[in-house]
T-cell receptor
Framework: GQQVMQIPQYQHVQEGEDFTTYCNSS?????IQWYKQRPGGHPVFLIQLVKSGEVKKQKRLTFQFGEAKKNSSLHITATQTTDVGTYFC??????????FGAGTTVTVRA | EPEVTQTPSHQVTQMGQEVILRCVPI?????FYWYRQILGQKVEFLVS????????KSEIFDDQFSVERPDGSNFTLKIRSTKLEDSAMYFC???????????FGSGTRLTVV
């Protein structure tokens, strides 16, 4: 099935700094979703991207879908301790299956 | 905000025993899912359920697993004859349809001893 690779696996960020996590596929994606899982928590839906080159913002989070629809990125500005967690990209393979990437686990140094 | 509710939050069972994990999806959602997450690993798809039947299942979802929607609100995952490697967090999710985000429950942590 379709696989997405997420990099980096771990991201250690100084509070206040920016960082970006990437999701890459070898095949063209119809859409991509992003989820956040806090430590000990459950995945929470953040956003879905559908269009080539689409950019969506949620406060300090900026999500982008590549022009070729083979990659996506999540950029967080001015990282806060509340940003700690694992960020997953996920692709809808068909009407009945969402497949998750391995995630980027973010820790923040105060 | 509507929630997906899962019970119990933690289940400890002996190897070989049967367990039933319960979920109450969001009431107007039509698509239901079970995922599992072994500690520190990715979220793995188990099964999807739509229109009172399984619509897709993964290779993990073998004959020891079954799902049921016994009434209009509950959605259950049964694991027969549990194995040590079944120890994981099991998440139920529901969605309003294709292309919608999934709403996950808080999970059931299953520990097989």
């Amino acid at each position: 099935g379709q696989q997405v690779m997420q990099i980096p696996q771990y991201q250690h960020v100084q509070e206040g700094e920016d960082f970006t996590t990437y999701c890459n596929s070898s095949t063209t994606l119809s859409n991509i979703q992003w989820y956040k899982q806090r430590p000990g928590g459950h995945p929470v839906f953040l956003i879905q991207l559908v269009k080539s080159g689409e950019v969506k913002k949620q406060k300090r989070l900026t999500f982008q879908f590549g022009e070729a629809k083979k990659n996506s990125s999540l950029h967080i500005t001015a990282t806060q301790t509340t940003d700690v967690g694992t960020y997953f990209c996920a692709v809808i393979l068909n009407d009945y299956k969402l497949s998750f990437g391995a995630g980027t686990t973010v820790t923040v140094r105060a | 905000e509507p929630e997906v509710t899962q019970t119990p939050s933690h289940q400890v069972t002996q190897m070989g025993q049967e367990v039933i994990l319960r979920c109450v999806p969001i009431s107007n959602h039509l698509y239901f899912y079970w995922y599992r997450q072994i500690l520190g690993q990715k979220v793995e798809f188990l099964v999807s359920f739509y229109n009172n039947e399984i619509s897709e299942k993964s290779e993990i979802f073998d004959d020891q697993f079954s799902v049921e929607r016994p009434d209009g609100s509950n959605f259950t995952l049964k694991i027969r004859s549990t194995k040590l490697e079944d120890s994981a967090m099991y998440f139920c999710a529901s969605s309003g349809g294709p292309g919608h985000g999934y709403t996950f429950g808080s999970g059931t942590r299953l520990t097989v001893v």
